[in-house]
Protein backbone atom coordinates (compact mmCIF):
# COMPACT_ATOMS: atom_id res chain seq x y z
CA UNK A 1 0.00 0.00 0.00
CA UNK A 2 1.43 3.68 -1.05
CA UNK A 3 2.34 5.80 1.84
CA UNK A 4 0.19 9.16 1.29
CA UNK A 5 2.68 12.52 0.32
CA UNK A 6 1.59 15.55 0.77
CA UNK A 7 1.25 17.85 -2.50
CA UNK A 8 3.00 21.06 -2.45
CA UNK A 9 2.42 23.71 -5.52
CA UNK A 10 5.52 25.42 -5.78
CA UNK A 11 4.63 28.87 -7.74
CA UNK A 12 7.21 31.43 -8.83
CA UNK A 13 8.87 32.68 -12.05
CA UNK A 14 12.13 31.80 -11.60
CA UNK A 15 13.22 29.16 -13.15
CA UNK A 16 15.97 28.46 -10.53
CA UNK A 17 13.78 28.69 -7.61
CA UNK A 18 11.18 26.31 -8.74
CA UNK A 19 13.96 23.68 -9.40
CA UNK A 20 15.51 23.68 -5.94
CA UNK A 21 12.51 23.81 -4.06
CA UNK A 22 11.05 20.78 -6.12
CA UNK A 23 14.48 18.83 -5.38
CA UNK A 24 14.66 19.58 -1.74
CA UNK A 25 10.91 19.50 -1.11
CA UNK A 26 10.86 15.92 -2.96
CA UNK A 27 13.82 14.24 -1.23
CA UNK A 28 11.83 15.27 2.33
CA UNK A 29 8.69 13.24 1.19
CA UNK A 30 6.41 15.87 -0.22
CA UNK A 31 5.28 15.52 -4.18
CA UNK A 32 5.99 18.71 -6.01
CA UNK A 33 3.95 20.34 -8.92
CA UNK A 34 5.08 23.80 -10.04
CA UNK A 35 4.05 26.31 -11.93
CA UNK A 36 6.03 29.86 -13.69
CA UNK A 37 3.24 32.04 -13.57
CA UNK A 38 -0.20 32.98 -11.96
CA UNK A 39 -2.22 31.91 -14.43
CA UNK A 40 -0.59 27.99 -14.76
CA UNK A 41 -1.08 28.10 -11.25
CA UNK A 42 -5.09 28.19 -11.15
CA UNK A 43 -5.12 25.85 -13.72
CA UNK A 44 -2.16 23.83 -11.86
CA UNK A 45 -3.82 24.22 -8.96
CA UNK A 46 -7.65 23.25 -10.08
CA UNK A 47 -6.19 19.56 -11.87
CA UNK A 48 -4.04 18.38 -8.97
CA UNK A 49 -5.71 19.73 -5.58
CA UNK A 50 -2.31 20.17 -3.70
CA UNK A 51 -1.89 20.64 0.50
CA UNK A 52 -0.42 23.43 0.28
CA UNK A 53 0.61 26.48 -1.90
CA UNK A 54 4.27 28.33 -1.76
CA UNK A 55 3.59 31.34 -3.96
CA UNK A 56 6.23 34.31 -5.41
CA UNK A 57 4.65 37.51 -5.14
CA UNK A 58 5.75 39.01 -7.98
CA UNK A 59 4.98 36.91 -11.13
CA UNK A 60 3.98 38.07 -14.66
CA UNK A 61 0.31 37.24 -16.00
CA UNK A 62 -0.93 37.26 -12.57
CA UNK A 63 0.85 38.06 -9.77
CA UNK A 64 0.94 36.16 -6.18
CA UNK A 65 -1.79 38.58 -4.60
CA UNK A 66 -4.39 37.92 -7.23
CA UNK A 67 -3.93 34.25 -7.24
CA UNK A 68 -4.27 34.69 -3.27
CA UNK A 69 -7.48 36.52 -3.95
CA UNK A 70 -8.73 33.72 -6.45
CA UNK A 71 -8.20 30.61 -4.63
CA UNK A 72 -9.41 32.22 -1.28
CA UNK A 73 -12.75 32.49 -2.78
CA UNK A 74 -13.72 28.80 -2.86
CA UNK A 75 -10.10 27.00 -0.31
CA UNK A 76 -9.05 27.25 2.81
CA UNK A 77 -5.86 25.80 1.42
CA UNK A 78 -2.65 26.64 2.79
CA UNK A 79 -0.76 29.27 1.76
CA UNK A 80 2.89 30.77 2.23
CA UNK A 81 4.09 34.11 0.22
CA UNK A 82 7.55 34.45 -0.89
CA UNK A 83 8.18 38.17 -1.26
CA UNK A 84 11.08 39.89 -2.02
CA UNK A 85 9.18 42.96 -1.28
CA UNK A 86 11.09 45.12 1.74
CA UNK A 87 8.30 47.40 2.55
CA UNK A 88 6.28 45.74 5.42
CA UNK A 89 2.79 46.86 4.45
CA UNK A 90 3.59 45.15 1.22
CA UNK A 91 4.05 41.60 2.70
CA UNK A 92 1.00 42.22 4.90
CA UNK A 93 -0.86 42.61 1.92
CA UNK A 94 -0.64 38.79 1.15
CA UNK A 95 -1.67 37.90 4.84
CA UNK A 96 -4.79 40.21 4.85
CA UNK A 97 -5.80 38.90 1.06
CA UNK A 98 -5.81 35.25 3.04
CA UNK A 99 -2.36 33.89 3.08
CA UNK A 100 -1.06 32.03 6.05
CA UNK A 101 2.45 32.95 6.46
CA UNK A 102 5.45 34.18 4.46
CA UNK A 103 8.83 34.29 4.00
CA UNK A 104 11.04 37.15 2.98
CA UNK A 105 13.72 36.51 -0.34
CA UNK A 106 16.33 35.68 -0.39
CA UNK A 107 15.65 32.72 2.03
CA UNK A 108 17.49 29.77 3.62
CA UNK A 109 15.23 26.69 2.21
CA UNK A 110 15.82 25.22 5.54
CA UNK A 111 14.12 28.14 6.90
CA UNK A 112 11.30 27.53 4.28
CA UNK A 113 10.64 23.41 4.84
CA UNK A 114 10.44 24.37 8.63
CA UNK A 115 7.27 26.62 7.79
CA UNK A 116 5.84 24.32 5.60
CA UNK A 117 5.78 21.69 8.13
CA UNK A 118 4.33 23.84 10.87
CA UNK A 119 1.82 25.45 8.53
CA UNK A 120 0.64 21.93 7.76
CA UNK A 121 1.07 20.55 11.22
CA UNK A 122 -1.68 23.21 12.39
CA UNK A 123 -4.27 22.93 9.68
CA UNK A 124 -4.25 18.70 10.82
CA UNK A 125 -6.46 17.80 13.26
CA UNK A 126 -5.43 17.43 16.87
CA UNK A 127 -6.68 17.98 20.55
CA UNK A 128 -6.12 20.62 22.45
CA UNK A 129 -5.68 21.14 25.95
CA UNK A 130 -9.01 22.91 27.58
CA UNK A 131 -11.39 22.00 25.02
CA UNK A 132 -14.26 20.04 26.13
CA UNK A 133 -14.33 16.35 25.29
CA UNK A 134 -17.48 16.81 22.92
CA UNK A 135 -14.83 19.35 20.71
CA UNK A 136 -18.19 21.86 20.65
CA UNK A 137 -18.28 25.29 22.15
CA UNK A 138 -20.92 27.43 22.04
CA UNK A 139 -20.91 31.46 22.94
CA UNK A 140 -23.47 34.10 21.80
CA UNK A 141 -23.89 32.85 18.01
CA UNK A 142 -20.99 31.11 17.56
CA UNK A 143 -20.36 27.45 17.50
CA UNK A 144 -17.08 26.27 17.25
CA UNK A 145 -16.54 22.39 16.37
CA UNK A 146 -13.21 21.29 17.13
CA UNK A 147 -13.32 17.97 15.55
CA UNK A 148 -14.55 18.94 12.32
CA UNK A 149 -12.34 21.85 11.95
CA UNK A 150 -16.02 24.08 11.86
CA UNK A 151 -17.25 27.19 12.76
CA UNK A 152 -20.96 28.50 12.21
CA UNK A 153 -22.44 31.92 13.22
CA UNK A 154 -26.28 31.20 13.35
CA UNK A 155 -27.04 28.80 11.08
CA UNK A 156 -24.29 29.94 8.95
CA UNK A 157 -21.21 28.26 8.83
CA UNK A 158 -17.96 30.89 8.29
CA UNK A 159 -15.25 29.31 6.26
CA UNK A 160 -11.99 29.90 8.13
CA UNK A 161 -8.44 28.87 6.79
CA UNK A 162 -6.66 26.32 8.75
CA UNK A 163 -4.28 28.72 10.48
CA UNK A 164 -7.42 31.11 11.43
CA UNK A 165 -9.01 27.72 13.05
CA UNK A 166 -6.00 26.67 14.81
CA UNK A 167 -5.30 30.24 15.93
CA UNK A 168 -9.08 30.94 17.18
CA UNK A 169 -8.66 26.96 18.96
CA UNK A 170 -6.08 28.03 20.74
CA UNK A 171 -7.44 31.34 22.19
CA UNK A 172 -10.66 29.67 23.30
CA UNK A 173 -8.24 26.98 25.32
CA UNK A 174 -7.61 29.72 27.41
CA UNK A 175 -10.54 32.20 27.15
CA UNK A 176 -10.32 34.81 29.50
CA UNK A 177 -6.56 34.23 29.63
CA UNK A 178 -4.18 37.40 27.56
CA UNK A 179 -1.55 35.48 25.18
CA UNK A 180 0.99 37.32 23.91
CA UNK A 181 1.63 37.81 20.47
CA UNK A 182 4.88 36.25 20.64
CA UNK A 183 3.26 33.00 22.53
CA UNK A 184 1.00 33.01 19.70
CA UNK A 185 3.57 33.27 17.21
CA UNK A 186 5.25 29.89 18.56
CA UNK A 187 2.30 28.31 19.71
CA UNK A 188 0.15 28.40 16.09
CA UNK A 189 3.41 29.35 13.91
CA UNK A 190 5.04 27.65 15.38
CA UNK A 191 8.28 29.86 15.24
CA UNK A 192 9.91 32.79 17.60
CA UNK A 193 9.77 36.17 16.16
CA UNK A 194 13.27 37.55 15.44
CA UNK A 195 12.14 40.86 14.19
CA UNK A 196 9.20 43.29 15.55
CA UNK A 197 7.38 42.56 12.07
CA UNK A 198 7.18 38.88 12.45
CA UNK A 199 4.10 39.63 15.32
CA UNK A 200 2.31 41.63 12.12
CA UNK A 201 1.53 37.84 11.35
CA UNK A 202 -1.20 37.95 14.29
CA UNK A 203 -2.32 41.02 14.07
CA UNK A 204 -3.51 40.38 11.00
CA UNK A 205 -5.22 37.17 11.54
CA UNK A 206 -7.25 38.40 14.35
CA UNK A 207 -8.22 41.34 12.21
CA UNK A 208 -9.24 38.10 9.63
CA UNK A 209 -10.99 36.08 12.57
CA UNK A 210 -13.10 39.15 14.10
CA UNK A 211 -14.06 40.07 10.11
CA UNK A 212 -15.77 37.10 9.58
CA UNK A 213 -17.14 36.37 13.77
CA UNK A 214 -17.75 39.63 15.67
CA UNK A 215 -20.73 41.71 14.93
CA UNK A 216 -19.16 44.80 14.66
CA UNK A 217 -15.66 43.93 14.60
CA UNK A 218 -13.90 47.76 15.28
CA UNK A 219 -16.13 46.59 18.65
CA UNK A 220 -15.17 43.02 19.33
CA UNK A 221 -17.04 41.31 21.98
CA UNK A 222 -15.46 38.00 21.53
CA UNK A 223 -11.71 38.47 20.54
CA UNK A 224 -10.00 41.07 22.85
CA UNK A 225 -7.22 43.22 22.96
CA UNK A 226 -5.43 42.59 26.28
CA UNK A 227 -3.31 46.10 26.36
CA UNK A 228 0.02 45.85 26.53
CA UNK A 229 -0.13 41.67 26.13
CA UNK A 230 -1.57 40.59 23.12
CA UNK A 231 -5.19 39.16 22.51
CA UNK A 232 -7.68 37.06 24.79
CA UNK A 233 -11.05 35.36 23.47
CA UNK A 234 -13.71 36.38 26.16
CA UNK A 235 -14.60 33.99 29.24
CA UNK A 236 -16.51 30.84 28.19
CA UNK A 237 -18.70 30.27 31.18
CA UNK A 238 -19.10 26.63 32.15
CA UNK A 239 -22.74 24.92 32.18
CA UNK A 240 -24.04 26.33 35.65
CA UNK A 241 -21.00 29.10 36.32
CA UNK A 242 -21.79 32.84 36.59
CA UNK A 243 -20.11 35.50 36.63
Request: net charge negative.
Amino acid sequence: METYKEKILVVDDEASIRRILETRLSMIGYDVVTAADGEEALEIFYNTVPDLVVLDVMMPKLDGYGVCQELRKESDIPIIMLTALGDVADRITGLELGADDYVVKPFSPKELEARIRSVLRRVEKSSTPGIPNSGVISIASIKIDTNKRQVYKGDERIRLTGMEFSLLELLVSRSGEPFSRSEILQEVWGYTPERHVDTRVVDVHISRLRAKLEDDPSNPELILTARGTGYLFQRILEPGEEL
